[in-house]
T-cell receptor, first 113, second 112 residues
């Protein structure tokens, strides 16, 4: 375990469903991130939260909605997704809002049918 | 955005041999570089990092080389083992920025 826990590990959802991904970190970090990992493509940064405040939305469609209730928890709410949204969604955290000490979770494998 | 790319998408290496994985970057402002290993079913795991004021850094069985002149980064794995089979990513950043830019990854397969 890396200290960053993501649930569920796998998720299959229909295009009309609403679901949420959860990330929890026990490292005392202050910044949390959502990344999307598609096959044969580099990791894509989606959202950044620094001290619970969203500091980055990397042109992500509104069908993805993040929530960060505190520095230890991060959610990604999913609604009306498309098949091309199928990917591995990775959560990461870092001590401060910079790139040192980045730690990733194991990801949620999402399949949209 | 800036591109961080790996030269080869796949690398097959004999167990016990040394592996070299290459990465090119294009952002001259980048001053912090990281190598990650991602095994099947897991997230990327930190291997080793290097700052731009260094050109070489060694860890346990791994060495990272940085050539800022040609914007090239490499990861050397000594005495490659079956457990080294994974996808390897380089990432670059500026030290005051939270953004990491990743390459597409090199899949390393170790032959017994």
């Amino acid at each position: 375990e890396t200290g960053v826990t993501q649930t569920p590990r796998h998720l299959v959802m229909g295009m009309t469903n609403k679901k949420s991904l959860k990330c929890e970190q026990h490292l005392g970090h202050n910044a949390m991130y959502w990344y999307k990992q598609s096959a044969k493509k580099p990791l894509e940064l989606m959202f950044v939260y620094n001290f619970k405040e969203q500091t980055e939305n990397n042109s992500v469609p509104s069908r993805f909605s993040p929530e960060c209730p505190n520095s230890s928890h991060l959610f990604l709410h999913l609604h009306t997704l498309q098949p091309e949204d199928s990917a591995l969604y990775l959560c990461a955290s870092s001590p401060k809002g910079n790139s040192y000490g980045y730690t990733f979770g194991s990801g949620t494998r999402l399949t949209v049918v | 955005g800036e591109n961080v790319g790996l030269h080869l998408p796949t690398l097959s290496v004999q167990e016990g041999d040394n592996s070299i994985i290459n990465c090119a970057y294009s952002n001259s402002a980048s001053d912090y570089f990281i190598w990650y290993k991602q095994e099947s079913g897991k997230g990327p795991q930190f291997i080793i990092d290097i700052r731009s004021n260094m050109d070489k850094r060694q860890g346990q069985r791994v060495t990272v080389l940085l050539n800022k002149t040609v914007k090239h980064l490499s990861l050397q794995i000594a005495a490659t083992q079956p457990g080294d089979s994974a996808v390897y990513f380089c990432a670059e950043s500026s030290s005051n920025d939270y953004k990491l830019s990743f390459g597409a990854g090199t899949t390393v397969t170790v032959r017994a």
